[in-house]
């Protein structure tokens, strides 16, 4: 299964915070599944580095995702159209485009982030 770590995923991961689940937790750590990284999640995790509201991470981040297994997916124009197309409230600009990523590349999100399942995109946690 192709997994899109969502960013809080991420860094749960890469600090082994108990907050995430024991179900994510195995489902990244299976090696029949591949977990992937959008590159918004990477600008997120080093804008909010920047802002002081993240500890910065040791080493390159690209490094660490590499070691860790992920894959990088990047961000196209028309993943960018569909995340501006989707309908409804939600204003979180990054959500909305790993939404249009996971939904265009046939992801299964692994976030605790409810909102995802309402715009069909296959979640797990």
């Not at 991961?13 to 977990?35: E, G, M």
């Not at 590159?39 to 080493?59: D, H, N, T």
Request: overall charge neutral; charged content about 20%; proline content about 6%.
């Amino acid at each position: 299964m192709k997994l899109l770590l969502d960013t809080h995923t991420i860094l749960w991961w890469l600090s082994d915070d108990r907050r995430l689940s024991q179900i994510a937790r195995s489902a990244i750590a299976d090696p029949d599944n591949q977990p992937t990284a959008s590159v918004v999640a990477g600008y997120e995790i080093a804008y909010k580095q920047s802002l002081g509201r993240l500890p910065s991470s040791r080493g390159n981040l690209r490094d660490r995702f590499t070691r860790e297994g992920f894959e990088i997916l990047p961000l196209s124009l028309d993943h960018a159209l569909a995340a501006a197309a989707l309908p409804g409230p939600h204003r979180d600009p990054w959500d909305r485009i790993m939404m249009a990523q996971a939904r265009m590349e046939g992801l299964t999100i692994v976030t605790v982030d409810r909102v995802f399942s309402q715009y069909g995109v296959p979640v797990l946690w």
